[in-house]
């Protein structure tokens, strides 16, 4: 009885020690990917709790639930997918489409870990972090993934759930769905635009010929893809003056955030005259700059 469990033991053992295991798992739940989603929550949370003192213990059950939500809708995302993702090189080598993970393993993993991000949320945060968290997963998944087989507009709608984690952060904490709240909803979701298209045009190839409907499909020079950048960089410029005219930051965003995306406007329009691929990385590493400085502007501008 013993020499059996051992040796049940040691199968064990070898199971999970199987090399890239773990690399296939993050792949899976899109782990860098998803550091974005738990980087702007932390900063939703903290932008609520600015001058007041920070609830460590709500902050970690806010960002356990967020992230296994994530984890979960990423490894559906994969599943409905894995057809596409084997047509291009890029993602060819996912566990699913290489085969390396069983299809039913890949499911049973995106529902356990997408039940227990939305109901650790209900009990141990609140139920309005739970219901966004819930919205974003059923976006994410039953929306935006089947919509990029079918619409160009996949893009607006995939930075919907790209744009609520802010938001999960700032009711976690224990905000309400105020103008705060939405200015962080509306700041991602512009945001997102111009770092999707850049993506987009750039892998261009691979998303026509495996199937996919984006706005770069086609777009040979470059020009409708960095006027669209430029024009959705300027709406976030725009955008980011809200916060002065209401009234919950200081001058220094009233200067630096609009600042910051005129900079990606400029980025865009360059593109779209030049339509080089190094003027495409460049607007597309300025928009993952960005962001954190963005966030860390936000965090010292804001008024509480």
Same mark, same amino acid.
């Given at each position: 009885m013993e020499e059996s469990e051992k040796n049940q033991k040691t199968a064990v053992d070898e199971l999970v020690s199987l090399p890239g295991l773990r690399q296939d798992l993050m792949v899976l739940m899109k782990v860098r990917l998803n550091f974005f989603v738990l980087v702007t929550t932390f900063f939703?949370?903290?932008?609520?709790? /600015?001058?007041?003192?920070?609830?460590?213990? #709500?902050?970690?059950h806010t960002i356990l639930g967020t992230a296994a939500a994530a984890f979960g809708s990423a490894a559906f995302n994969q599943l409905m997918e894995v057809d596409?993702? =084997? #047509?291009?090189? #890029?993602?060819?080598? /996912?566990?699913?489409?290489?085969? #390396? &993970?069983?299809?039913?393993? =890949? *499911?049973?993993?995106?529902?356990?870990?997408?039940?227990?991000?939305?109901?650790?949320?209900?009990?141990?945060?609140?139920?309005? =972090?739970?219901?966004?968290? =819930?919205?974003?997963?059923a976006i994410y998944v039953f929306v935006y993934t089947p919509l990029k087989r079918l619409s160009s507009a996949n893009t607006l709608v995939g930075a919907i759930p790209g744009a609520i984690p802010p938001m999960i952060g700032w009711v976690g904490a224990g905000g309400a769905l105020g103008w705060e709240a939405w200015?962080?909803?509306?700041?991602?979701? *512009?945001?997102?635009?111009?770092?999707?298209?850049?993506?987009?045009?750039?892998?261009?190839?691979?998303?026509?010929?495996?199937?996919?409907?984006?706005?770069?499909?086609?777009?040979?020079?470059?020009?409708?893809?960095?006027?669209?950048?430029? &024009?959705?960089a300027v709406a976030l410029a725009a955008f980011s003056l809200l916060p002065s005219f209401f009234g919950f930051t200081n001058l220094l965003w009233g200067i630096v955030g609009p600042l910051l995306a005129l900079v990606m406007a400029a980025l865009a329009l360059k593109f779209s005259r030049d339509g080089e691929r190094t003027s495409a990385r460049r607007l597309f590493l300025f928009t993952l700059l960005y962001l954190p400085i963005a966030l860390i502007v936000l965090v010292a501008a804001w008024k509480h």
């Amino acid at each position: 009885m013993e020499e059996s469990e051992k040796n049940q033991k040691t199968a064990v053992d070898e199971l999970v020690s199987l090399p890239g295991l773990r690399q296939d798992l993050m792949v899976l739940m899109k782990v860098r990917l998803n550091f974005f989603v738990l980087v702007t929550t932390f900063f939703g949370f903290l932008l609520y709790s /600015r001058g007041l003192d920070l609830n460590w213990a #709500r902050l970690m059950h806010t960002i356990l639930g967020t992230a296994a939500a994530a984890f979960g809708s990423a490894a559906f995302n994969q599943l409905m997918e894995v057809d596409l993702d =084997a #047509r291009m090189k #890029r993602t060819a080598d /996912r566990p699913l489409p290489s085969r #390396r &993970m069983d299809p039913l393993v =890949a *499911f049973g993993i995106g529902w356990v870990l997408s039940a227990i991000g939305i109901i650790h949320l209900a009990v141990q945060v609140g139920n309005l =972090a739970a219901y966004l968290t =819930a919205a974003t997963v059923a976006i994410y998944v039953f929306v935006y993934t089947p919509l990029k087989r079918l619409s160009s507009a996949n893009t607006l709608v995939g930075a919907i759930p790209g744009a609520i984690p802010p938001m999960i952060g700032w009711v976690g904490a224990g905000g309400a769905l105020g103008w705060e709240a939405w200015f962080l909803f509306g700041l991602l979701f *512009f945001w997102q635009l111009p770092h999707f298209i850049a993506i987009n045009w750039l892998c261009r190839d691979e998303y026509e010929s495996a199937g996919y409907k984006m706005w770069s499909n086609g777009d040979l020079t470059g020009k409708k893809s960095g006027y669209l950048s430029a &024009m959705f960089a300027v709406a976030l410029a725009a955008f980011s003056l809200l916060p002065s005219f209401f009234g919950f930051t200081n001058l220094l965003w009233g200067i630096v955030g609009p600042l910051l995306a005129l900079v990606m406007a400029a980025l865009a329009l360059k593109f779209s005259r030049d339509g080089e691929r190094t003027s495409a990385r460049r607007l597309f590493l300025f928009t993952l700059l960005y962001l954190p400085i963005a966030l860390i502007v936000l965090v010292a501008a804001w008024k509480h």
